[in-house]
């Protein structure tokens, strides 16, 4: 051999020993890689990856010098083929721990759990089984009490020296129509706000549930006044949305309106009118402090807020009206404007137009919170229906009639108003759960509709906070509250521990205790017809 071809045989064993170098250093980078994934893949939880796929590092070590030594002994060409199978056998690893992290988290193994977290061997989860119900179901099949029994549970706690002598009661099977107890049922008492059912059952069945009542604005008589038109819907709110009367139109929209109908023309005077409603403000049997009051204010077609003073306050106004007037001024960006109580030009253009919440929904709140003014509006526009008189006298007439028109027996009903603040009126407890009873067994149409104002003992209303211990209470008592001095009355629907649904009514207008002890002894009562299955 010659010394050049020496040289060149020597030349080409050093380049190949120096692949050979770089393959086993580029092993050596793959497994360092491989290594810092897995702690990557042990940081985030994967225990089982750098298990599964520790074999890998040798692997592709093992191959690169294999490789090497196949590119020593076929000289360049060899150098991309161990690359070349290098990538492959990596790409080949990290699929297969792929594969092995997603079967993992599939299975809902414990690889998605971090290495800090508490464990916990022994722990045993519940076992999840439908609610029970808190009221027995009503049937058909539940058994009627015994009215025998009935009146051995009832005589003791009617009894009581609270309720003084002259104490009236019945209680009624809604399905059957059984009367169960009586104590001079057909007897005028006086009712107090549980006078609020007999209105409730006229406006539904006058008016059409979705009716709602307008109010309206329109322009005045001289430039710059416009004129605020009472609709009788006292739920009208200063604040967007109303924090009194949820769903109630607001002042807000009505004045958008009538910016937008006057054309930036700007607001000088602003006239009241509440022709709507005539007659006196206040009703016979109401006594000096009574309207205005935390519960009562005069009876107007104009109102904001219920007349409160304050949205979301108890104290009443004693200038609804006018009140009114001051509030869509300041809603039109006129807070200086003069406002009066007036009429409006026959034939003026309307400007602005709100309705609010349907009659049903009304209704419902007026029963709820017992709202005096709310109730003595819709008795005027069932008074109007019937073309009766928008007064105090006509509301009157006009639940009566309506009463008397779906069946009931009004004899001995009579009415100084609509809302049961006048002491004049007087309701016997039998008419009262004829009420109930139509409301819970639909025999008069949208007579339900009484039920979901009713307060629930214990829950909403009149009864939040009114609810005696035992079987089936709270929940199971959804009545009407009445209170005035010395008259405490309760009536509505019980379900008893069977799942019988009664109508009652108990009514005290000679109460000698305080408020809080006649009422804890009414709820006694509610209580009572609640647990018994009396049989």
Known sequence: ????????????????????????AAGERAERDERERAQAARAAGRRDVPQRTAAAPAAVGATAAASGRRRAESGRGGGRLVKVLAAAVLAVVLVAAGVVLALDLTRGGDSTVAEDAEQVPDAVLPELTDPSPVLAPLSAEAPVPDPTALAAVLTPLLADPVFGSDLS???????????????DATDPSTPASTAKLLTALAAVTTLEPTDTLSTTVVAGSAPGEVVLVGGGDPTLSTTAPSVDYPGAATVADLAAQVQQALGGQPVTSVVVDNSLFSGPLTAQGWG??????????????TAVDG?????????????????????????????????SLGAAPAGARTLGSVESAPVARLVEQALTTSDNLLTESLARHVAIARGLPATFDGAGQAI????????????????????????????????????????????????????????????????????????????????????????????GTVQTADGRLLAFAVLADGATGSIAATETALDAVAAALAGCGCR
């Open 307 to 339: 007349a409160r003073q304050v949205p979301g306050n108890t104290p009443r106004s004693g200038s609804p009206g006018t009140d009114a007037g001051a509030a869509l001024a300041a809603a039109l960006g006129a807070p200086g404007a003069a406002v």
């Open 169 to 183: 009661a019945q209680v009624v099977d809604v399905a059957t129509g059984q009367v169960l107890f009586d104590r």
């Open 288 to 301: 000096p402090d009574d309207a205005p009051s935390t519960y009562a204010a005069p009876v107007t077609a």
């Open 1 to 24: 051999m010659y010394r050049g071809q020496a040289d060149r045989a020597a030349a080409e064993r050093r380049a190949a020993a120096d692949r050979a170098e770089a393959d086993r």
């Open 400 to 491: 009566a009639a309506a009463l008397a028109e779906v069946g009931l027996d009004t004899t001995g009903l009579a009415l100084s108003d609509a809302s049961g603040l006048s002491r004049d009126d007087r309701v016997p407890a039998g008419l009262l759960v004829d009420v109930v009873q139509a409301a819970a067994d639909g025999s008069i149409p949208d007579a339900d509709l009484l039920l979901s104002g009713l307060p629930v003992a214990g829950y909403d209303g009149t009864l939040t906070d009114r609810a005696a211990a035992g079987p089936g209470s709270p929940g199971s008592v959804r009545a009407k509250t009445g209170t005035l001095l010395g008259v405490n009355d309760l009536a």
